[in-house]
């Protein structure tokens, strides 16, 4: 029996070894391309090196290299099919309690929830999102209370005092354990919105997919390894989301002008 119980174990290791593998080559293959891709711009402009650099946040190849585009988002799609088609790991990603997605603002309008919610912003708080966000992950944090406290002694500790909100429902389309150079939405020109316009603007990983977390297992194995405690999930992004609640720092420089957008606007909102 001692024998048979390893020899199941080794299997299984094998099998989660060959995911990973799995989405390491498309990660390989996209970069790959994307080196190709430099190089020809290097001998178009020689002159220009500023033309050399492939910027991980633009669409930079979306609409003229199609086959840069497959392959970026080639990895987001082995990572559903690993994520989503084993049931115990698909009934974790959707699991809202297990893993709560927070997005932080201050890396766009510092906080100014106008900029991302209102008339001219990104996004929409009556319905749900089909341009994905990128989100950190608490995971397993158990309580709302412990969310509070967990979620803010990070923003403190990172970047003073941000305004972040959770997003739920939501769909998780990928998970890393560090962050991984999505797209930044506000690159997207008018070529990319029309032709993203029935799905949505995506975020896809172009860097470290050697930290891709597939299930549960991968963040208890891998996330306690590297330098964020172990709640903590650097890089989640989550699509057809919706505005959940906004947590707000009673220090922040915004938050009159935060609580008065959620009253007016009949968002759930705490202050911490």
């Known amino acids: 029996m001692?024998?048979?119980?390893?020899?199941?174990?080794?299997?299984?290791?094998?099998?989660?070894?060959?995911?990973?593998?799995?989405?390491?080559?498309?990660?390989?293959?996209?970069?790959?391309?994307?080196?190709?891709?430099?190089?020809?711009?290097?001998?178009?402009?020689?002159r220009s090196s500023h033309r050399h650099t492939y910027d991980s946040s633009e669409y930079t190849t979306d609409i003229t290299h199609p086959e840069i585009r497959h392959a970026r988002r080639g990895i987001k799609r082995v990572w559903n099919d690993i994520a989503y088609g084993n049931p115990k790991s698909a009934k974790f990603w959707k699991d809202p309690n297990k893993v709560v997605c927070c997005h932080t603002m201050t890396y766009m309008y510092d906080g100014d929830l106008q900029g991302y919610f209102g008339k001219n912003g990104f996004y929409s708080i009556s319905k749900r999102n089909k341009d994905e966000i990128s989100c950190f992950g608490i995971y397993d944090h158990g309580t709302p209370e412990s969310l509070d406290r967990e979620a803010f002694q990070h923003v403190l500790k990172n970047n003073d005092k941000e305004i972040f909100f959770t997003v739920s429902p939501r769909w998780i389309s990928y998970a890393s354990g560090r962050d991984s150079y999505t797209e930044d939405l506000a690159q997207a020109g008018s070529l990319e919105k029309e032709f993203y316009k029935q799905s949505g603007l995506p975020k896809r990983p172009s860097r470290r997919v050697r930290y891709t977390l597939l299930d549960e297992q991968d963040i208890k194995n891998q996330v306690?390894?590297?330098?964020?405690?172990?709640?903590?999930?650097?890089?989640?992004?989550?699509?057809?989301?919706?505005l959940n609640t906004v947590y707000i720092p009673r220090n922040h420089r915004l938050v009159d002008d935060a609580e008065d957008f959620c009253d007016e606007h009949n968002i759930n909102y705490r202050l911490i």
Do not use: C, M
Request: aromatic share 16%; hydrophobic share 40%; net charge positive.
């Open 224 to 242: 306690v390894t590297v330098r964020y405690k172990s709640w903590f999930l650097a890089e989640i992004v989550t699509d057809n989301w919706a």
């Open 2 to 46: 001692k024998y048979l119980r390893q020899y199941i174990r080794n299997i299984l290791l094998e099998s989660t070894a060959a995911q990973h593998r799995e989405i390491w080559g498309a990660g390989n293959k996209f970069n790959v391309l994307r080196r190709q891709w430099q190089q020809k711009q290097k001998e178009k402009y020689p």
